[in-house]
């Protein structure tokens, strides 16, 4: 089946920098990639849907300047977290429909785990 | 307002034992329904996805159920074993009016086999 990656795996930084997560969408190509939260024992969240070569759409509550998101190619969607605290250390998980599939199945990436120290 | 819930919160059984997880939802129009494990730490893998006119699919020992008259749906694992361990996740799609897809998550049943 599809493949999603996503790197870094897990990361640790200092408060008030910036990390920048990549989901890649390895033998399809995604014109539309989500990207979603999880804290421990809870459920994803939708943040966002990133769109190839358009803006991002953030969901309601989602600081669009908190949270930046590129998708420069049909293959590659990044999200960067700027001036990280503490309270955004979660689980950041991003997902990809894929093609030829009308839209039924969503290949999720194995996770990028953010420490904010 | 689009809903899902799922039953119960957590799950302890013992191994080789069956169980039946609920998901109930309220998402409309519906478009399709779908069951996703995950493991901790990593991101959810599809078991199951059902469409409307879908009562059951089944995937090895995962067998999945969906009534869209009462709008529920279940996941019932025969013959459990300790990899079985994860959290389960019903996740209902439905488009919208612009003719994109809205995936609603459910909140999970956390399912833990013992030995």
């Known amino acids: 089946g599809a493949v999603v990656s996503q790197h870094p795996s897990w990361v640790i930084c200092k408060s008030g920098t910036s990390v920048k997560i990549e989901c890649r969408s390895l033998d399809f190509q995604a014109t539309t990639m989500f990207w979603y939260r999880q804290f421990p024992k809870q459920s994803l969240m939708l943040m966002a849907t990133s769109n190839e070569g358009s803006k991002a759409t953030y969901e309601q509550g989602v600081e669009k300047d908190k949270f930046l998101i590129n998708h420069a190619s049909l293959t590659l969607s990044t999200l960067t977290v700027t001036s990280a605290h503490p309270e955004d250390s979660s689980f950041y998980i991003c997902?990809?429909?894929?093609?030829?599939?009308?839209?039924?199945?969503?290949?999720f990436g194995p996770g990028t785990r953010l420490l904010v120290l | 307002k689009n809903q899902v819930e799922q039953s119960p919160q957590s799950l302890i059984i013992l191994e080789g034992k069956n169980c039946t997880l609920q998901c109930n939802y309220t998402v409309s129009p519906f478009s399709n329904l779908r069951w996703y494990k995950q493991d901790t730490g990593r991101g959810p893998v599809s078991l199951t996805i059902m469409t409307f006119s879908e009562n059951t699919k089944s995937n090895g020992r995962y067998t999945a159920t969906l009534d869209a008259d009462t709008k529920q749906s279940s996941l019932h694992i025969t013959a459990s074993q300790l990899s079985d361990s994860a959290s389960y996740i019903c996740?209902?799609?439905?488009?919208?009016?612009?003719?994109?897809?809205?995936?609603?998550f459910g909140t999970g049943t956390r399912l833990k086999v013992l030995a």
């Open positions: 996740v209902v799609s439905g488009s919208t009016t612009s003719g994109t897809y809205k995936y609603i």
């Open positions: 997902s990809a429909p894929a093609a030829g599939t009308s839209k039924k199945t969503q290949y």
